[in-house]
């Protein structure tokens, strides 16, 4: 037999030995095989001794006024749930009222935010303050002027691959950039 300590996947073995849930036959064979690994008898006694332990204990009674006190505390002083303060009443959970609010906390948010955008727009006529379109407009063309000046000033010529000119002519010299 496999020692059940060395093999995780009968590890259980122990336990189920220990619990005494065994079938005859694997609990002989089990036995048999702690007579010869120490380990494995270390761990029975050690579990044993757990077993007898555990119904050696005896827990606390209980007092007689428990149940009433719990139930008490659990139904509240009318049966309608548990006490709270009003401090938790007051200051509690918004979502935690009744379901018919639930909806309103995060609509009355919306409706914060959106006055509060309202009033930091101190333009009566609503319109964001920002340059003028037609201005944007005449200095991207001129930008974009300045630039085709500065690339036919420079002349250039594509390379290939070996780092010959290629046969392809300047901006200015293409016919179609003549016309």
Not at 29 to 37: D, F, I, K, N
Request: glycine share 8%; hydrophobic share 40%.
């Amino acid at each position: 037999m496999n020692c059940p300590i060395e093999h995780p996947e009968s590890a259980g073995l122990l336990l189920d030995y220990c619990g005494r849930k065994l079938a005859p036959d694997t609990t002989a064979m089990l036995e048999r095989h702690m007579g010869s690994c120490a380990r494995c008898q270390a761990f029975r006694d050690g579990q044993m001794a757990l077993w007898r332990s555990l119904d050696a204990w005896e827990s606390m009674p209980v007092s007689a006024g428990f149940d009433r006190r719990l139930y008490g505390r659990l139904h509240g002083p009318h049966g309608d749930g548990p006490r709270t303060s009003w401090w938790s009443r007051f200051f509690g959970s918004p979502l935690s009222g009744p379901a018919f609010l639930q909806p309103a906390v995060p609509l009355a948010l919306a409706c914060v935010i959106v006055l509060a955008g309202l009033l930091v727009n101190d333009r009566p006529d609503g319109a964001v303050a920002g340059a003028p379109r037609d201005a944007v407009e005449a200095e991207q063309v001129e930008t974009v002027l300045e630039d085709f000046d500065m690339l036919s000033q420079l002349r250039w010529q594509p390379r290939d691959a070996t780092g010959a000119a290629s046969r392809y002519t300047p901006f200015e010299a293409m016919p179609e950039a003549r016309s």
